[in-house]
């Protein structure tokens, strides 16, 4: 079984209506949603935002499931200038930016596991999917959604994500984190966490984020409108050509 994590309803809805023979559990507070999506059998849920509501989910998800593999999809802010809202970015090393227990470990560094980062499982398939998808984005993209947030041609990156308990509206901060982790694409609040659970009990993990804003003043405005009409039909379309 495939585990499909987002941080919010809204970005795992267009799933959630293609899913079939739906069986629901409610535990911790997080409903987990059993089906067949695209004729492969799946567990849904979303965490809720930050590191512990998404490592909790992973574990829960982890114990009760028996997962092959675990992917994470939703949103984040860019970092990188060359990133537009729309891009994708498929993660490959993920960094907990807000880890910093120095001068025992090395900033960044996770104590005891000895890691600055984790790594993502083998990205072939997911970008294989996520290209098929940006070829038939049309479909998928109401036009006028697109206009609205100006997405124009997306592009996709595979890249260095970040991930710490905080939302990204200042340059200042953006500015900070791109000279301490100078690979890093874009942040978000989860990939790190739900990455470090799969590293511990060693499960397959990819992630893909959807570039909602650029971390800046304007990175609020119309987040919920992005999240529900933009972010939750590419996780429809890169999943349909994952699964068939
Ligand atoms: N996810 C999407 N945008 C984000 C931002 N600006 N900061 C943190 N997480 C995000």
Sequence with gaps: MIAIIS???EEIQALLSELENIEVTEKGMRKYYTGTLF?????LVFSRWGKVASAVTTTQLINDYNPTEIIFTGVAGAIKKELNIGDIVIGKKLYQ?????????KKFEIPILKKEYFETSNPTKIINATNLFLDDYDSYINQIDAEKFEIKNPKLIYGNIATGDQFISESDKVKEINEQLPTVQCIEMEGASVAQVCFEYDIPFSIIRIISDKANDNATIDFPRFVKSIASNYALGIFKNYLT
């Excluded at 004729?39 to 567990?43: F, H, R």
């Excluded at 930016?97 to 470990?105: G, L």
Aim: proline share 6%; hydrophobic share 40%.
């Design 39 to 43: 004729e492969k059998k799946v567990v």
């Design 7 to 9: 941080a919010m309803q």
């Design 97 to 105: 930016y807000d880890v910093d227990c120095s001068p025992i470990f």
